[in-house]
């Protein structure tokens, strides 16, 4: 099982950047791949975005394209989303998942929650209009 933790999320205005990171602890030996979601009271929780842990290859959301980054760094078992340009429509718990196995990844099915194995408590973030 692997543990995760987020953190940077708070309030921001419209327009603003925050950055999210997850670390991850315990059996991250396996780790295949990564990726955020982010849920509002009432709904599913939505794919953000996605990262192969080997290749670095990416996917995201269409509503999240060209203003989110994801990326991870290797050595220190963490994921970041970098979040530009803000709007109040992005407000939601950030949730970040791991997805552990062998195999080769296919970045583009990684939108799904089911193919996660291991979740973080989510960290809230606000854009305020």
């Known amino acids: 099982q692997v543990q995760l933790v987020e953190s940077g999320g708070g309030l921001v205005q419209t327009g603003g950047s925050l950055r999210l990171s997850c670390a991850a602890s315990?059996?991250?030996?396996?780790?295949?791949?990564m990726g955020w979601f982010r849920q509002t009271p009432g709904k599913d929780r939505e794919f953000v975005a996605a990262?192969?842990?080997?290749?670095?290859?990416?996917n995201y959301a269409d509503s999240v394209k060209g203003r989110f980054t994801i990326s991870r760094d290797a050595a220190k078992n963490t994921v970041y989303l970098q979040m530009n340009s803000l709007k109040p429509e992005d407000t939601a718990v950030y949730y970040c998942?791991?997805?552990?196995?062998?195999?080769?990844?296919?970045?583009?099915?990684?939108?799904?929650?089911?193919?996660?194995?291991?979740w973080g408590q989510g960290t809230q973030v606000t854009v305020s209009s």
């Open positions: 990262i192969s842990w080997s290749g670095g290859s990416t």
């Open positions: 998942a791991c997805r552990r196995g062998v195999g080769y990844v296919v970045i583009s099915v990684y939108d799904r929650s089911e193919k996660y194995n291991d």
């Open positions: 315990g059996r991250t030996f396996n780790t295949l791949a």
